[in-house]
């Protein structure tokens, strides 16, 4: 398994940013697909972003596009999920995970593992 470490998450208020984190260990993400998914307690989960390993392409939920920014650095390793114009109904825990595939709304099932790393909060709230 490929381990993943979200963090960046926290308290801010509508309209506010926040920049999420996701860093590989032990391995390279750049050959990688990856994924942003969200849950929100009771819900299931979904995926609102995802960047492509093979030349980079992005994707993004309809509930979010136009507001976040995934981009990718390979010289630190990371993926990151630029959030912006924060709304009440973007508070959950976020995940990062590597995926087989991309799409507009990047599936659960797409996944490499089933496991869930232990994410970050995003509370949007005033």
């Known amino acids: 398994q490929l381990e993943l470490v979200e963090s960046g998450g926290g308290l801010v208020q509508p309209g506010g940013s926040l920049r999420l984190s996701c860093a590989a260990v032990?391995?390279?993400?750049?050959?990688?697909?990856i994924g942003w998914f969200r849950q929100v307690p009771g819900q299931e989960y979904e995926g609102v972003s995802c960047?492509?390993?093979?030349?980079?392409?992005?994707t993004y939920a309809d509930s979010v596009q136009g507001r976040f920014t995934i981009s990718r650095d390979s010289a630190k390793n990371m993926v990151y999920l630029q959030m912006d114009s924060l709304k009440p109904e973007d508070t959950a825990v976020y995940h990062c995970?590597?995926?087989?595939?991309?799409?507009?709304?990047?599936?659960?099932?797409?996944?490499?593992?089933?496991?869930w790393g232990q994410g970050t909060q995003v509370t949007v709230s005033s």
């Open positions: 995970a590597e995926v087989h595939f991309c799409a507009r709304t990047t599936p659960v099932g797409a996944r490499l593992y089933d496991f």
């Open positions: 960047i492509r390993g093979n030349g980079g392409s992005t």
């Open positions: 032990g391995f390279r993400l750049d050959s990688y697909n």
